[in-house]
């Protein structure tokens, strides 16, 4: 089966980038080293192509309660022109997926659910909307999606469209939008817009000096800040108590898996936790945890970390915050840490 492209796959390739199957993508992984890339996010500013996410729009009258119904947030909280991040839950109360939503108007709203989970949100939506009056239309692949972030991202944005952004707050201009969003923890945004203007947007800004980067730095830099990652730090299984993202409930409106939360939050459940290594060694997702000789859990997510140039790692853990684990690497049980996330 072909892999998809997004619509500036040919530009990466000519940059150099190492190319991988990315949740049926073609995606650049890197065009020169992770933590170079990682650095230039952290110390400057990059761009991201990431233009394989989705985008979802919801309207008609009753497209705010709806969305709250759908979401763990209550969207008619929401003003016009603000971006919310918040989950999606089956029945159990089980992560669907994460989202952010983006307002603009009252009865308008789009949704930005992850690459691999798109038609899955797309299904559920509908599946959900028998009661309410509203339009669901998916037009993922009528947009490109970039991300600019880092220290110097602002200034960007400036010289291009004399503009500036407030974190979780959207523009619009003429047909783009740009949102005060990001997953890496830095200054930034991401512009979402048609197909048709995406290679001069991508060119502009790769000419006002931001540098390209591939989903590699991007796992380093949201990993660094404790950031999941759809399907890996939650896979459907995992409740939103769980995975430690209790702040996007609202508890005081209804919505899907509500009731299965407060069961959840009755009857105490693990928590996703940060373990920091504090021997020499890089973590993976998979590697067995072990506490007291016996495995407890395993890492959802695990690297290293480019600026603590220590081993870090996401688990679902029942233990308190300094408790020492290890973690098996090559069947060597190495020394860590529990601690709470972000790691900086």
């Avoid at 190319?19 to 020169?32: N, R």
């Avoid at 080293?33 to 996410?53: C, K, L, P, Q, W």
């Avoid at 880092?150 to 200034?155: I, L, S, V, Y």
């Amino acid at each position: 089966m072909s892999l998809s492209k997004t619509c500036v796959h040919d530009e990466h390739e000519k940059l150099g980038a190492k190319m991988v199957d990315f949740a049926g993508w073609h995606m650049p992984i890197q065009y020169t080293s992770i933590v170079s890339e990682h650095n230039t996010v952290r110390e400057r500013v990059g761009i991201f192509d990431v233009s394989h996410m989705g985008q979802v729009f919801v309207s008609g009258r009753d497209a705010s309660s709806f969305l709250s119904y759908i979401t763990t947030w209550d969207v008619s909280k929401l003003s016009n022109g603000d971006c919310r991040y918040c989950h999606i839950l089956n029945d159990n109360g089980q992560i669907i997926d994460d989202t952010i939503v983006y307002t603009f108007t009252n009865d308008s709203y789009m949704l930005v659910p992850n690459a691999s989970m798109v038609t899955k949100i797309y299904d559920w939506l509908n599946l959900k909307s028998a009661d309410f009056e509203v339009s669901i239309d998916n037009k993922s692949d009528e947009f490109f999606c970039f991300a600019v972030q880092g220290p110097e991202a602002p200034r960007l944005l400036r010289q291009q469209f004399n503009l500036s952004i407030t974190p979780f707050k959207l523009l619009e201009i003429g047909n783009l939008i740009i949102s005060g969003t990001g997953y890496t923890g830095e200054k930034g945004y991401e512009i979402m817009g048609p197909i048709s203007e995406s290679l001069d947007v991508w060119k502009s800004f790769l000419d006002m000096g931001a540098i390209p980067i591939g989903l590699g730095a991007r796992d380093t830099l949201r990993l660094e800040k404790g950031y999941l990652l759809s399907g890996t730090d939650f896979n459907g299984k995992q409740t939103t108590l769980e995975s430690g993202y209790s702040w996007v409930i609202d508890w005081n409106h209804d919505f899907i898996g509500k009731d299965k939360l407060l069961l959840q939050k009755e009857e105490g459940h693990k928590l996703l936790k940060g373990i920091l290594l504090e021997e020499r060694g890089v973590l993976r997702p998979g590697l067995p945890v072990y506490f007291e000789g016996t495995q407890i859990s395993e890492l959802t997510s695990g690297s290293l970390s480019p600026l603590l140039k220590r081993g870090i790692g996401l688990s679902y853990l029942d233990l308190p915050i300094g408790t020492t684990v290890n973690i098996s690497i090559r069947n060597k049980q190495l020394k860590g840490r529990v601690i709470q996330t972000p790691f900086l």
